[in-house]
């Protein structure tokens, strides 16, 4: 299968501050790349999808303002997490498919502490 | 469709005994379908895809099973071993590409 890799594995930041969490596709360009958020013993929680070169879609509820998602090239995806706080403690895992409905392929997710 | 975040119902099996992990999703619109695992700490891996057009699909001790008119998924596993232990999410592909997960389910494999 196609490999994803994302960055970084686990990160810990201060309250207020921000974060950038990147996802590649290494072998293959990626159309869109997927964003979730995942809390402890939880399912997978869609917050955006991205298209290369055009604004991110984002699911209701997720602030596009505190999650700054940028698609700049068919291999790369970045999710910003703006003036993190406590509760934007989470694990978070991008995906990315070759094509419209094609298998997904998933990063290894990034273990997010706010403190 | 909706990804939930409810807490994971759990399963306990035998090692050697099959498995069998349901899941049920939302929109009749969707028309690809997908079995992940997900272990401790790490990010989804493909198992088994089928797509609307089909009611079952076979791959390696895996059976994926599709009943569209009550929207349910099934995911068997034969002879369950305790690798298999981990969380298996079922994920709806809507037109536009946006993948949704189920609640997933927790598998324990008892050696």
């Known amino acids: 299968g196609a490999v994803v890799s994302q960055h970084p594995s686990r990160v810990i930041c201060k309250s207020g501050t921000s974060v950038k969490i990147e996802c590649r596709s290494l072998?293959?360009?990626?159309?869109?790349m997927f964003w979730y958020r995942q809390f402890p013993k939880q399912s997978l929680m869609l917050m955006a999808t991205?298209?290369?070169?055009?604004?991110?879609?984002?699911e209701q509820g997720v602030e596009k303002d505190k999650f700054l998602i940028n698609h700049a090239s068919l291999t790369l995806s970045t999710l910003t997490v703006t003036s993190a706080h406590p509760e934007d403690s989470s694990f978070y895992i991008c995906?990315?498919?070759?094509?419209?409905?094609?298998?997904?392929?998933f990063g290894q997710g990034t273990r997010l502490t706010v403190v | 469709g909706e990804s939930v975040g409810l807490h994971l119902p759990t399963l306990s099996v035998q090692e050697g005994d099959n498995s069998i992990i349901n899941c049920a999703y939302s929109?009749?619109?969707?028309?690809?379908f997908i079995w992940y695992k997900q272990e401790s700490g790490k990010g989804p891996q493909f198992i088994i895809d089928?797509?609307?057009?089909?009611d079952k699909r076979q791959g390696q001790r895996v059976t994926v099973l599709l009943n569209k008119t009550v929207k349910h998924l099934s995911l068997q596993i034969a002879a369950t071993q305790p690798g298999d232990s981990a969380v298996y999410f079922c994920?709806?592909?809507?037109?536009?590409?946006?993948?949704?997960f189920g609640t997933g389910t927790s598998l324990t494999v008892i050696p």
């Open positions: 995906s990315a498919s070759r094509q419209t409905n094609t298998e997904a392929f």
């Open positions: 089928i797509r609307s057009n089909m």
């Open positions: 994920a709806e592909i809507e037109a536009g590409n946006q993948f949704y």
């Open positions: 929109n009749s619109a969707s028309d690809y």
């Open positions: 991205s298209n290369e070169g055009s604004k991110a879609t984002y």
């Open positions: 072998d293959f360009q990626a159309t869109t």
